[in-house]
């Protein structure tokens, strides 16, 4: 069954738990800059967002990879890429609408989040749960039960300040 990372930004705290822990699963180094996953910060706003690969139905990385080094695995549905065709030519890293591609300046080669291998670390690390690891058919089910429970309790509160 075809699983994704599902992210509720307004959980997120900022932490960079999720940065680390993926730079360390995959690196073996504490180094958030060789992380598959990205919080990106909008301090005006108050938000942090992580962002990572969301394994598209069409993803433009694939379509663009001259060598064809990215491929969506048919079990999980996660888009893989091997290294050992890959050339390094970013032309993925300029594809991806939500720069989910990343390139490792230590290791001279791509990078992207693969689900590691279908447990992902960031969502075991994440205490505030802004990341959960679901089947991608339930996923549009809780966004709509979190949005419902947002609408409920914003009902309650103009209720309470009559």
Excluded: H
Aim: proline share 4%; glycine share 6%.
């Amino acid at each position: 069954m075809e699983k994704m990372i599902l992210v509720d930004y307004t959980k997120c705290t900022g932490c960079r738990l999720c940065e680390t822990v993926c730079s360390v699963m995959n690196t073996g180094a504490c180094n958030p800059e060789r992380s598959r996953i990205k919080i990106i910060r909008w301090e005006w706003e108050g938000l942090q967002i992580p962002t990572l690969c969301l394994q598209c139905d069409e993803p433009a990385c694939v379509t663009v990879c001259p060598v064809k080094a990215l491929s969506r695995n048919s079990g999980s549905g996660c888009v893989k890429l091997n290294l050992s065709l890959c050339i390094g030519c970013k032309l993925c890293m300029q594809a991806c609408p939500f720069g989910a591609m990343s390139y490792d300046f230590i290791k001279k080669e791509m990078i992207k989040c693969e689900f590691c291998d279908g447990d992902p670390a960031c969502v075991k690390f994440c205490e505030t749960q802004a990341l959960q690891f679901v089947d991608v058919s339930n996923a549009s089910l809780r966004k709509k039960r979190s949005l419902g429970a947002q609408v409920l309790m914003a009902i309650g509160k103009s209720e309470g300040a009559l």
